[in-house]
């Protein structure tokens, strides 16, 4: 989620991380996937091409990789770049790209001015809110044709972005949420437009892909920070700030077809930065009581002997022969320097007897490559 404010203001070599060896032929890889500072990875796969976009602050760029677990040689190209004085100029945060309505469509969040609230609109809020103007936006391709899906990477968005309507109060992280043939937003908000923690996530539905349809009074929070562990520091008792459930992704079990919501607690600058757990359990997604959620702990986390830390914000794809299950996320290997510490990272997952995801330990060990991943180390 957050980024670096501050970004263009650190020296060269506080961006470079360590170097990931890529050797031609290689079965298998380590972490990072990208030798840069990168959080918030969102990654699909279209036809030959795995497909990823992440934060960079400033813009919405794409790259274009054959390779899941290799990102260094791949290609790259600006697909939005904001003009000044509009309410997306800035603070570009967690773009998905993804495929409805027979169009592309990239949601993301950002800002009209680096997100610095005059003195008297802070003064509202119940905890210092710098995020207060943050809100949803939508980048629309042309619309398909024919048949099939075109490609992502010749795909053209002419028009400006569209701002998600999120009732003029905070919203980051936003994504779609499909279900049943309806379409959803699910994304990161306050109670209120001044309460400023803690953040939530919730549900309203939505029209088209940039059309809400719910009002304020029908918009429902499926998710609060409340367990121990959602919390900064952990197990915070003195108030909510610093408490956040945020970066919600679907996540669709192929074999038994369960439904899950992977979201991200804690503090995304903080070793404590985790993965969260919510299953559909019921047919109604605007309904609190179809969601039930994972209280005992988090379900991906850091590794302080692995030196992982800070681990969150996924998204989930699958290998090249579609075999096996991959999540995408960010880590941080020193969480003293916080967001300007986060790499993007790849492992394997596999699911439990119960159908639930079974997640691994972060690391950075030599694993072995998607099946049917070329072991070559070009785009």
Not at 142 to 157: G, V
Not at 182 to 206: E, K, Q, V
Not at 269 to 298: F, I, R
Request: glycine share 6%; proline share 9%; hydrophobic share 30%.
């Amino acid at each position: 989620m957050r980024l670096l404010n501050l970004l263009h203001l650190l020296p060269a070599a506080a961006l470079q991380v360590a170097p990931v060896t890529c050797q031609n032929n290689s079965s298998t890889y380590t972490n990072p996937i990208l030798d840069t500072v990168g959080a918030d990875p969102w990654v699909i796969r279209h036809g030959d091409y795995y497909y990823m976009t992440y934060t960079t602050n400033s813009d919405i760029t794409l790259l274009r990789s054959r390779i899941l677990t290799n990102w260094n040689n791949a290609d790259r190209k600006t697909l939005f770049l904001p003009p000044p004085g509009q309410n997306y100029s800035t603070d570009i945060w967690a773009p998905e790209l993804h495929f409805l309505s027979g169009a592309w469509h990239i949601i993301f969040t950002a800002d009209p001015n680096h997100d610095s609230p005059p003195p008297d609109v802070d003064m509202y809020c119940t905890y210092s809110c710098p995020a207060i103007y943050h809100r949803m936006f939508v980048l629309s391709s042309s619309s398909s044709s024919s048949n099939s899906t075109p490609d992502p990477w010749t795909a053209t968005f002419p028009n400006p972005p569209v701002q998600l309507n999120t009732f003029d109060q905070f919203a980051i992280d936003g994504t779609y949420f499909t279900h049943a043939s309806n379409l959803y937003h699910i994304y990161s908000c306050w109670d209120n437009a001044t309460s400023a923690w803690p953040a939530n996530l919730c549900i309203t539905h939505m029209s088209s892909p940039t059309t809400i349809s719910s009002s304020l009074s029908q918009r429902v929070t499926i998710s609060r920070p409340t367990n121990p562990w959602e919390k900064t520091p952990y197990g915070r008792t003195i108030n909510d700030r610093l408490s956040s459930n945020e970066a919600p992704q679907q996540l669709i079990n192929p074999h038994t077809n369960q439904t899950f919501l992977i979201y991200s607690a804690a503090r995304s600058d903080n070793a404590n930065y985790c993965l969260g757990q919510l299953e559909l359990v019921g047919n109604d997604p605007m309904s609190p009581d179809s969601w039930t959620k994972h209280d005992a702990g988090c379900v991906f986390y850091q590794d302080p002997e692995n030196q992982a830390y800070g681990v969150g914000h996924a998204s989930f794809v699958k290998s090249p022969d579609g075999k096996e299950d991959w999540i995408v996320y960010h880590g941080m290997r020193d969480p003293r320097n916080g967001w300007a510490a986060r790499t993007i990272r790849t492992q394997r997952f596999t699911w439990n007897e119960d159908g639930t995801p079974n997640f691994p330990r972060p690391g950075y060990r030599p694993y072995q490559v998607p099946s049917g991943q070329d072991t070559g180390c070009g785009s």
